[in-house]
C-alpha cells in the first residue's frame, strides 16, 4: 500500500520543480514510510511513497518498462497477480521483481487500458507514456483506494491519493466548494465526484482518466449488473442450498486471496457478523493463530468487546483490545480531520484510527468487512424502505393523509404515515442528516439563495437512472454502492493508513459481488432478515450469539459526550463567534439544535457535521495546524 502523486504540463520543455513534487510526496508519507521515489521529465513528474507489503526487498517505484517507455506509480493490491505473473512469463514477458507493480505495468504494456479487466484488488494508478506523451490514471471497481485530481486552465493536471498533496500545487490555499455543502449536509459527505474543496475532484471508482496535451477524458471501464440471472429458489430447495454453497466457495476464495503477503496482517475483529465470518473462514485457511484487533468505549451501549472475545475464543485467535477515553477521542480528532482530507463523515472515523493505532504495533496488513451491507443489504433501512414503500402506496391511494393533531405523529416520523411514497421521501430524506427542509432552516437565507438550483441528492439519482425498473432492494443497493459506500472506504482506507498499515476488503471481490448482484432479493433479504445468505452460509461455522444479533454498527456515544462534560465543544464549533463569522449557517438554527440536544433530543448525528465542518474549516480554508487544535480539545472538559 502506497501513495502517489503527480504534475503533467502541456509546456513539454519544462521539467516540474522538484521541490514541489517533493512536497506533495511527502505530505502523504504516512502512506509509505518504507521508501520514496521520483520520476522527473521534461513536462512531467511522478512521486510515490512506499509500504512494502509484496516484494518487501524490491520493488521500488516509480518502475520502469524494459525499454523506459513507460513508467508507474501504484497504490494497492491485485490479489490475482500470483496467477498473471507465470502467465505473462509463458508469454515471453521476463520479470525483473515479484511484485504486482511490474504486472500491473506489463498488463498495460501489452493491453492498453484492456489491462484492467485481467486485474481483480484494489488499486488506484498513474502510467505515463513518454513516446505518446500521455498520462493514464486508472481506480479500482469500488474505490477501495483514493484518487485526487485538479486541472488548471493552461492544461496542468495535478493527482493524488490524499486531497492534501494536490494543495503544494494549488499554493497551499483551499477554497470551499459551496455547492458541495447540500450534499455534504444530507448525506454525511459528498458522495459524487465533487469535493468540499473548489477545484479539486474525486475520479469515480471503476473509472479512467486519460491526459493529452492538456485535456483529459474520463470513461467508465466497469459497473455491477442486477440482472436477475438466477430464478428464485423455494425456501429450502436443494437450488436454494447450492446457491448458498456456492457463495460459501466465492467468499472462501475472496478471502484466501487477500492473504498474499510478505509481512505479517490480521483482522478487525468487531463482534458482528462481517468480521467474524471472515475470521471464521482465514482459519481454515492459515496455520499460525489469527491476530485479531478490537476497539471500544467504556459505556456499555458502545461496547462489543463481549461478542468479539467470543468470536476470538472460538476460533483461538491472537486477541488484543483497546479501549479508548472521550479526552483521546477528542483530542486525536483535529489531525485526524487532517488524514480524512473532508469533515470525518462518523465518529467511528476515530475509532478505526485508534484499533488501526493498536494493529501496527504487530501487523501491517488487516482484513475488514467493510462492504458487506451495501452487497449483502445489512442496513435496516431497506427493510424500513420496502416496508414503508409497499404500504405507503396502498395508504395513499386508500386513505387521506394522518391529521396534523394524531397522537401518531410524534412515533411515525420515518414511516409512510408521515411520508410520501416516493424515494426521495422515504429513503433519501427520511435517512438524511440534513434533509431539505433541515437545510433550509440551517443555510443562511443569501447561501439558500445561491445553491437554490443544487440537488443534494444527484448523485443517487443519477445511480437510480441506471437502475430504473429493477427491484426495489437493488435500486437501494446500487445508489448505496456508487455513492455512501465511497465515503466508507474512504474512512477505512485514510484512517488505517493513518497509522501506516493496508487494510482489505473481501466483500467487495468484484467476482463475488457480480454473482451476488444476480441473485434473487429474498437471498439478500428476507421478512426482517439482512444478509441472509450470509447467515446460512455461516451456520454451523460461528457462534449462535453472533448469527442472530441484530446490526449495531460501531457505537460511539458521542451525543451523551457533547450533552455533558464535552459541550463546551459545542460553544466553539458549532455556536461560536468564529463559526457564526464564517456566513454559512444560520446561528439562531445551530443554537437550538444545541439546546434541544441538552434538553435529550437526539441531535448527535447533526452536531457532529457542524463539529467536524468547522474544525476542518479551520485546518484546511483557515490554514491552521491540526495540533494547534488539540490543547484546547484536551482542556475542554
Known amino acids: 500500500m502506497c501513495g502517489i502523486c503527480g504534475i503533467v504540463t502541456v509546456d513539454s520543455g519544462v521539467v516540474p520543480d522538484r521541490r514541489l513534487l517533493e512536497r506533495m510526496r511527502d505530505s502523504i508519507?504516512?502512506?509509505?514510510?518504507?521508501?520514496?521515489?521520483?520520476?522527473?521529465?521534461?513536462?512531467?513528474?511522478?512521486?510515490?511513497?512506499?509500504?512494502?507489503?509484496?516484494?518487501?526487498?524490491?520493488?521500488?517505484?516509480?518502475?520502469?518498462?524494459?525499454?523506459?517507455?513507460?513508467?508507474?506509480?501504484?497504490?494497492?493490491?491485485?490479489?490475482?497477480?500470483?496467477?498473471?505473473?507465470?502467465?505473462?512469463?509463458?508469454?515471453?514477458?521476463?520479470?525483473?521483481?515479484?511484485?504486482?507493480?511490474?504486472?500491473?505495468?506489463?498488463?498495460?504494456?501489452?493491453?492498453?487500458?484492456?489491462?484492467?479487466?485481467?486485474?481483480?484488488?484494489?488499486?488506484?494508478?498513474?502510467?505515463?507514456?513518454?513516446?505518446?506523451?500521455?498520462?493514464?490514471?486508472?481506480?479500482?471497481?469500488?474505490?477501495?483506494?483514493?484518487?485526487?485530481?485538479?486541472?488548471?486552465?493552461?492544461?496542468?493536471?495535478?493527482?493524488?491519493?490524499?486531497?492534501?498533496?494536490?494543495?503544494?500545487?494549488?499554493?497551499?490555499?483551499?477554497?470551499l466548494n459551496r455547492e458541495a455543502l447540500p450534499d455534504f449536509l444530507a448525506n454525511h459527505a459528498p458522495s459524487g465526484a465533487a469535493t468540499l474543496f473548489a477545484g479539486i475532484m474525486r475520479l469515480p471508482p471503476g473509472h479512467t482518466l486519460s491526459w493529452q496535451d492538456g485535456r483529459i477524458s474520463i470513461r467508465?471501464?466497469?459497473?455491477?449488473?442486477?440482472?436477475?440471472?438466477?430464478?428464485?429458489?423455494?425456501?429450502?430447495?436443494?437450488?436454494?442450498?447450492?446457491?448458498?454453497?456456492?457463495?460459501?466457495?466465492?467468499?472462501?476464495?475472496?478471502?484466501?486471496?487477500?492473504?498474499?503477503?510478505?509481512?505479517?496482517?490480521?483482522?478487525?475483529?468487531?463482534?458482528?457478523?462481517?468480521?467474524?465470518?471472515?475470521?471464521?473462514?482465514?482459519?481454515?485457511?492459515?496455520?499460525?493463530?489469527?491476530?485479531?484487533?478490537?476497539?471500544?468505549?467504556a459505556e456499555r451501549e458502545a461496547n462489543e468487546l463481549e461478542y468479539a472475545r467470543l468470536v476470538a475464543s472460538a476460533y483461538r485467535t491472537e486477541h488484543r483490545e483497546v479501549v479508548v477515553s472521550p479526552a483521546q477521542f477528542f483530542a486525536e480528532l483535529p489531525r485526524l480531520l487532517w488524514h480524512e482530507d473532508e469533515p470525518l463523515a462518523h465518529p467511528s472515523s476515530v475509532a478505526l484510527y485508534f484499533v488501526s493505532q493498536l494493529a501496527a504495533r504487530h501487523v501491517k496488513v488487516v482484513l475488514t468487512g467493510e462492504g458487506s451491507d451495501e452487497t449483502l443489504a445489512g442496513y435496516n433501512r431497506y427493510r424500513v424502505t420496502e416496508y414503508n414503500a409497499r404500504l405507503g402506496a396502498l395508504y395513499q391511494r386508500c386513505l387521506p393523509g394522518l391529521p396534523a393533531s394524531s397522537r401518531l405523529r410524534q412515533h411515525a416520523s420515518r414511516t409512510f404515515l408521515m411520508r410520501g411514497a416516493d424515494l426521495d421521501e422515504l429513503y433519501f430524506d427520511n435517512f438524511a442528516v440534513f434533509g431539505r427542509d433541515a437545510q433550509r432552516d440551517l443555510l443562511l437565507p443569501e447561501l439558500r439563495a445561491q445553491l437554490r438550483a443544487v440537488d443534494p441528492y444527484a448523485a443517487y439519482h443519477a445511480a437510480l437512472a441506471r437502475v430504473s425498473g429493477k427491484p426495489l432492494l437493488s435500486q437501494l443497493l446500487y445508489a448505496d454502492v456508487k455513492t455512501y459506500l465511497h465515503e466508507l472506504l474512504m474512512k477505512q482506507d485514510q484512517m488505517s493508513m493513518a497509522a501506516s498499515i493496508e487494510s482489505r476488503v473481501p466483500f467487495l471481490d468484484h467476482p463475488l459481488t457480480e454473482w451476488l448482484a444476480s441473485l434473487p432479493t429474498a437471498m439478500k433479504l428476507r421478512g426482517a432478515t439482512t444478509k441472509w445468505i450470509l447467515r446460512r452460509a455461516m451456520q454451523g461455522k460461528l457462534p449462535a450469539r453472533i448469527l442472530e444479533r441484530r446490526k449495531m454498527g460501531f457505537p460511539v456515544p458521542v451525543g451523551a459526550w457533547l450533552r455533558g462534560a464535552w459541550a463546551p465543544l459545542l460553544s466553539e464549533y458549532v455556536t461560536g463567534p468564529r463559526t457564526r463569522t464564517r456566513g454559512l449557517f444560520d446561528p439562531d438554527t445551530a443554537a437550538r439544535l444545541v439546546g434541544e440536544h441538552m434538553r435529550g433530543i437526539n441531535h448527535a448525528e447533526r452536531l457532529w457535521a457542524l463539529l467536524t465542518f468547522e474544525i476542518w474549516a479551520r485546518v484546511f480554508l483557515d490554514g491552521e495546524k491540526p495540533w494547534s487544535l488539540e490543547l484546547p480539545l484536551r482542556q475542554a472538559a
Open 29 to 175: 508519507s504516512h502512506r509509505g514510510p518504507d521508501g520514496a521515489g521520483l520520476y522527473l521529465a521534461p513536462g512531467v513528474g511522478l512521486g510515490h511513497r512506499r509500504l512494502s507489503i509484496v516484494d518487501v526487498a524490491h520493488g521500488q517505484q516509480p518502475m520502469y518498462s524494459e525499454d523506459r517507455r513507460f513508467v508507474i506509480v501504484y497504490n494497492g493490491e491485485v490479489f490475482n497477480h500470483p496467477t498473471l505473473q507465470p502467465e505473462l512469463e509463458a508469454a515471453g514477458v521476463r520479470y525483473r521483481t515479484r511484485s504486482d507493480t511490474e504486472t500491473v505495468l506489463h498488463l498495460y504494456e501489452r493491453l492498453g487500458e484492456r489491462a484492467l479487466e485481467r486485474m481483480r484488488g484494489m488499486f488506484a494508478f498513474a502510467i505515463w507514456d513518454g513516446l505518446e506523451r500521455r498520462l493514464f490514471l486508472a481506480r479500482d471497481r469500488y474505490g477501495v483506494k483514493p484518487l485526487y485530481y485538479a486541472q488548471r486552465p493552461d492544461g496542468t493536471l495535478v493527482f493524488g491519493s490524499e486531497i492534501k498533496a494536490l494543495l503544494p500545487a494549488q499554493h497551499d490555499r483551499a477554497a
Open 220 to 297: 467508465q471501464y466497469w459497473d455491477v449488473d442486477f440482472a436477475a440471472a438466477h430464478a428464485a429458489p423455494r425456501p429450502g430447495s436443494a437450488a436454494e442450498r447450492a446457491l448458498i454453497e456456492e457463495y460459501r466457495e466465492r467468499f472462501t476464495e475472496a478471502v484466501r486471496l487477500r492473504l498474499m503477503s510478505d509481512v505479517p496482517l490480521g483482522m478487525f475483529l468487531s463482534g458482528g457478523i462481517d468480521s467474524a465470518a471472515i475470521t471464521a473462514t482465514m482459519a481454515t485457511l492459515v496455520k499460525e493463530p489469527i491476530r485479531t484487533f478490537s476497539m471500544a468505549f
